[in-house]
């Protein structure tokens, strides 16, 4: 269970031909965001050369599978099937596959041009909240039906050409498969098509996307599913075992989850530029806000994603003004304030937030006025009590409980300070670990696979990998806490609904 292996491909740097910046092609409108499918390839082929001459000995390689950014959608042409189960050994991959695709440039999850696209498939369903229920989140620019639905409304001919849709992760664990693999339930939750509950394409989806788009998609598969054995093309091009199996590939984001290990009621929380929140759930309930998808590792259960984008720039930005830039100030502020921070409550959004849709500085007192400025001190517990308080209500929103034994996984930039972990744990009332995540998707595919060897037998995923290096313990709740914050966690979110209330001058 320890990574003894690991390289990689920049696209910028190893492919300039293809002329992308970060990966993509940003197009004119500043809107849509490409990227080409035959540079994916070709990285492919160079990673495993590279793998090659580095001597790795591809015969003992019993399982693979893998992750794919999430929401991008490759179009394989009328045809190309054919072509993948009759790779040649003696060529790469992105020599055979060059007429294979009716689309070169495919859309990824940058991509937000398709907002007329979200706003016929919320029609077609009943609205926002009904589509959430179905599909487990509301329509977004960047899933995969809404983007399928502008390919075919502005490019009828490439979509009528197409015989097979792929999400990037099924893509890939296709070039390894040597035909068309299926999509899993776990990516599969994020393109606004799958029924999360009976983990079928929900049929009012489709007819409102794309016609004959069911048999595009082909029927989608429990995450941990074999697939099928690796292709003879990677037995004699590179020595791989004919008997080495290959798991359904997933998104990052649920690959990730695989890789920090989540169990039933524990979170992740990834403390960056924004912030996000893995949540393990076990009966969810989709809202307007955050992603439901179904759990990578136990087809029973879900997993769900929230994004707050005032996250490290926020906290960045309370540091400079109110702790003369210093994290060590910043501690000392935490350390020396009370929990609770004597009733006053703080909200920091100096850039759109979208958990909740609000902007603004609003801080109250313990009489719920509002005050125009705290000391720094103050400002400063504010600011971080604030962004947990938050994080813990919108949570609960869709369907989470902390359990007794819930677990919280901190990575990121802010993970390293003690006193924000600490905040943390006292606000959610759990242990705090902190957990090198360093490419977790990529350790979780890993994960995945061993599990993929082992899932016919009804073999647990945690029981697969407990052998695995452990998270170490950063933080445990405070005497009292719970009390504190129970009273608090209510007036927070009454004061959310009525700075939100105010900003659409709706009555409070």
């Not at 190893?14 to 499918?37: C, I, K, M, R, W």
């Not at 759990?295 to 702790?323: Q, T, W």
Request: with cysteine; aromatic share 10%.
């Amino acid at each position: 269970m320890n990574v003894f292996y690991e390289d990689s491909v920049h696209f910028d740097r190893d492919l300039p031909e293809f002329g992308t910046q970060g990966g993509v092609h940003v197009h004119q409108d500043g809107l849509t965001v490409t990227s080409p499918v035959l540079m994916w390839v070709q990285a492919l082929d160079i990673l495993l050369e590279k793998m090659r001459a580095s001597g790795f000995d591809f015969s003992r390689v019993l399982a693979l599978s893998g992750a794919g950014q999430q929401h991008g959608s490759i179009y394989w042409k009328a045809g190309a099937s054919r072509v993948l189960t009759s790779l040649s050994p003696d060529l790469p991959l992105h020599e055979q596959l060059q007429a294979c695709f009716s689309i070169h440039d495919c859309p990824v999850w940058m991509d937000s041009s398709t907002t007329a696209q979200c706003r016929q498939l919320e029609a077609a369903v009943g609205g926002a909240q009904a589509l959430s229920c179905l599909t487990g989140s509301r329509a977004y620019e960047r899933f995969t039906g809404n983007q399928i639905a502008k390919i075919y409304q502005q490019n009828p001919e490439a979509y009528s050409h197409t015989e097979r849709i792929s999400l990037v992760s099924s893509f890939a664990a296709s070039l390894f498969l040597g035909s068309y693999c299926p999509i899993d339930y776990s990516d599969g939750s994020g393109m606004n098509l799958l029924q999360i509950q009976d983990k079928v394409w929900a049929q009012a989806c489709l007819g409102a996307c794309a016609p004959h788009l069911e048999e595009k998609l082909g029927p989608p598969v429990p995450s941990c599913s074999v697939v099928g054995p690796v292709s003879s093309y990677y037995v004699q091009r590179y020595g791989f075992p004919s008997g080495c199996k290959v798991v359904a590939f997933t998104g990052d984001n649920p690959a990730s989850l695989a890789g920090m290990r989540l169990e039933e009621g524990d979170i992740a929380i990834s403390l960056g530029t924004s912030d996000t929140l893995f949540l393990w759930l076990q009966e969810p309930t989709p809202a307007l806000e955050g992603h439901i998808f179904c759990s990578p590792v136990d087809p029973r259960h879900y997993m769900a994603l929230l994004c707050f984008k005032n996250g490290s720039l926020m906290r960045e930005k309370i540091r400079d003004e109110s702790a003369s830039g210093s994290w060590s100030e910043f501690s000392k502020a935490l350390r020396s304030t009370e929990m609770g921070n004597g009733g006053n409550l703080g909200f920091y959004f100096d850039v759109k937030e979208i958990t909740p849709e609000m902007i603004g500085r609003h801080r109250f007192s313990p009489e719920n006025r509002e005050v125009p400025a705290f000391p720094a001190d103050v400002e400063i517990r504010a600011l971080i009590e604030g962004q947990f308080l938050a994080k813990r209500i919108h949570a609960e929103g869709l369907g989470y409980r902390v359990l007794p034994k819930t677990k919280i996984l901190a990575t990121g930039g802010a993970s390293h300070n003690g006193d924000i972990l600490q905040v943390l744990a006292d606000v959610f009332g759990a242990p705090v670990y902190v957990i090198d995540t360093a490419n977790s998707a990529c350790v979780g595919s890993a994960y995945r696979a061993f599990h993929g060897l082992a899932a016919g037998t009804g073999v647990p995923f945690s029981e697969v990998v407990k052998f695995a290096p452990s998270p170490r313990l950063a933080a445990t709740p405070s005497p009292g806490a719970a009390q504190v914050y129970a009273a608090l966690l209510p007036r927070y979110a009454q004061l959310e609904q009525r700075i939100l209330s105010q900003s659409q001058g709706l009555p409070e």
